[in-house]
């Protein structure tokens, strides 16, 4: 008898990179925090029932994609985040979900504002 799919949530929370993205020439040349979060539904049988790394999703891959992002300097978080999930779909099965949160810390916005987010699910 074949074993159903197991699936289940994976993800990496709290990302932390310093980059250049924004939309004001002041955010493009000193930088800021950004704190990114992924979940991704998928398919984890084979870590499940034989502690096979090969049976899940590589960690390391999800964090390599998003750290590629956000070197790259863009000027909206939304263009950022669009760009980090279809580099996802390249290395995902067709049907993983993908839950993806960026948080840039203290915008500039003449006030005191924890961040600014963008959440996107595909």
Do not use: C
């Not at 699936?7 to 004001?24: Q, T």
């Not at 779909?89 to 504002?113: F, H, T």
């Amino acid at each position: 008898m074949q074993d159903k799919q197991k699936k289940g949530w994976i993800g990496l929370e709290s990302m932390e990179f310093y980059a250049f993205h924004g939309v004001f020439e002041e955010e493009q040349l000193i930088g800021g925090k950004y704190l990114v979060d992924i979940s991704i539904y998928t398919d984890m049988q084979g870590a499940m029932l034989y502690d096979d790394l090969e049976g899940t999703l590589d960690y390391e891959i999800v964090y390599h994609i998003v750290k590629k992002n956000m070197q790259q300097p863009v000027k909206l978080i939304e263009y950022l985040a669009h760009n980090i999930i279809a580099d996802l779909r390249e290395v995902l099965a067709e049907d993983d979900k993908i839950k993806l949160k960026i948080r840039k810390l203290n915008p500039p916005l003449g006030a005191k504002i924890g961040a600014s987010v963008v959440e996107l699910e595909d």
